[in-house]
């Protein structure tokens, strides 16, 4: 079975700063994605970034990236410039090698960008 | 991009009445469609994975008589929740996926409130 670990219940950080969530992973399949979802107040799952684990180029988007270490199961999202609306719940989550297994989710972080 | 919505966004119901929750793909077809719950401030868990045309498969501990779910067409899938107590109270959001995706998509999601 597959485990997903975040370990950072709760993060700051201000306004334009970087900042970093991190989460590890678990799993004995060789192909799989992994994401991470925001979920603001309103509580609908957004997706930020997705990343195939079979790309060693890490993914990014816009102002999210991320560091992916395959072999030290490893998956951390990185946000640059952090923005007021960025304040919300993260998600770290890994599915297998198709969309219709379920979704393993991290217990998230919260995230709270300061002015 | 894909969009699945969710109906309704909001109940409020007396105890022992039964609730149906919608989900449905409004641009795609849903091979499989999947139902989270979530409690305030936790991570989504996995109530059941329901193929079209076929029984839902349920997560241990979720009791599938009081949580019935139908997916009967390739774009709906019902969430009825049956007898309806106060505990049964929380957000409950569906996903819908397809063999061979990359992702899978999020509802808004149905706040339940059992008065």
């Known amino acids: 079975a597959q485990t997903v670990t975040q370990s950072q219940p709760e993060m700051s950080v201000q306004e334009a700063e970087t900042v970093t969530l991190s989460c590890t992973y678990d799993t004995s399949e060789n192909n799989y994605y992994l994401f991470w979802y925001k979920q603001p107040p309103s509580r609908q799952m957004i997706l930020v970034i997705r990343q195939e684990a079979y790309k060693q180029q890490n993914a990014t988007e816009n102002r999210f990236s991320v560091n992916f270490q395959k072999a030290a199961k490893s998956f951390s999202l990185k946000i640059s410039d952090s923005q007021l609306g960025d304040t919300a719940m993260y998600f770290c989550a890994f599915m297998k090698p198709s969309g219709n297994t379920p979704l393993v989710f991290g217990k998230g972080t919260r995230l709270s960008v300061i002015a | ?36 719950r979530q409690f305030p401030k936790q991570s989504l868990m996995l109530m059941a994975t329901s193929n079209e045309g076929s029984k839902a498969t349920y997560e241990q501990g979720v009791e599938k008589d009081k949580f019935l779910i139908n997916h009967a067409s390739l774009t709906l899938s019902t969430l009825t929740v049956t007898s309806a107590h106060p505990e049964d109270s929380s957000f409950y959001i569906c996903s819908a996926g397809w063999l061979g995706a990359d992702t899978q998509y999020f509802g808004p999601g149905t706040r339940l409130t059992v008065l």
């Open chain 2, 1 to 36: 991009g894909a969009v699945v919505s969710q109906h309704p966004s909001w109940v409020i119901c007396k105890s022992g009445t039964s609730v149906k929750i919608e989900c449905r793909s409004l641009d795609f077809q849903a091979t499989t469609m999947f139902w989270y």
